[in-house]
């Protein structure tokens, strides 16, 4: 993540790349071979710190560093861009939050699947009421390369796919339906053995429809990234690249059901619509602007401007992940209605 916040930064008019620090000498290595010409700037974090041209820090390390970090160059005065997930713990983030206050610094948490294109037009979709009242979203992303890196698969380091990605799908709830949910049921899978989740299933009770998040590592076929379920029309978002279709039923009283054969019985009650009583449309496509984090992130240092990432969402999605745990470890359902606001 580092390497994809210096490319990224490379280009950027509004910002410059002041140096890298990292534990890991190696790094220091493949930013050279990036073409990084700051790269040997600092070799600690007191040589950041001393440094007057360095107004902020992005902070990409493994997630049980990042409190130690946000506090360390908040109380230097520094900015600062975190990766999520932002903390271990909702009662860690409201002490760095508070850390970020007490001296005056913007706090910015890289929930950056905000701007994802599948997202924003699914998020669209749901807004703008073409297809009905939304009774169900399927959110899902599966793969099959297990999960990555070394540290990911150790508990004490914030590892786990629901602190991977689980963090920025429920963000991406989080914002489309305006809160928390009422409840959340959840569970886990540890299929490849280690002491952290390896995928999770967890479903969103909100007061008028429902979420479900489905994560992945040891899936080899390709699902779909999204399914939306309408009263009156079904969406499909196959992949990133927001491939898919709007599928509405066409209502009439005089179309008749054409039962199919299932199995060793018979159906008229799910069989597929004929083609003659749907209308199936394109996806509305919904693009960002570029590198709208960074550019949201240098208007509220420089101009004071407001992050659209604000704490209290941010705590609620820690707070969420929370409640899907305990989920996890109780099997039972647990109610969030104390966190609406």
Known sequence: MGDFHARSIAELRNFE????????ESRYDVARRHGIATCDAFRSKEDIVSDPNTDAVIIATPNDWHCEYVKYFAAAGKHVICEKPVAMSSAEFADMAECANKHGIVFAVHQNRRWDDDFLTVKKLYDSGDIGKIL???????GGNGIPGDWRKFKEKGGGMMLDW?????DQAVVMFGG???SV???YSFAQGFDVDDGFKLILEYPDTVMEIV??????????RWIVYGENGTAIVEDWDVSGKVVKPIFSPERKIAGIKAGNGFTK???YRTADSLNIEDLNRIRPAPHAFYNEFYNAVVDGASLSIRH????????IMEAAEQSALSHKSVDLRQLKV
């Open 185 to 187: 049921y959840c569970s």
């Open 312 to 319: 209290d969402q941010v705590m609620t999605v820690m707070k």
């Open 166 to 170: 689980g963090v920025h799908l429920i």
């Open 215 to 224: 994560v992945d590592t040891d899936c080899y076929i390709k699902t779909p």
């Open 136 to 142: 169900r979203i399927e959110s899902r992303v599966q």
């Open 17 to 24: 790349l002041s140096g890298i620090y990292d534990t890991d």
């Open 269 to 271: 009650t799910m069989a």
């Open 180 to 182: 928390a949910p009422d």
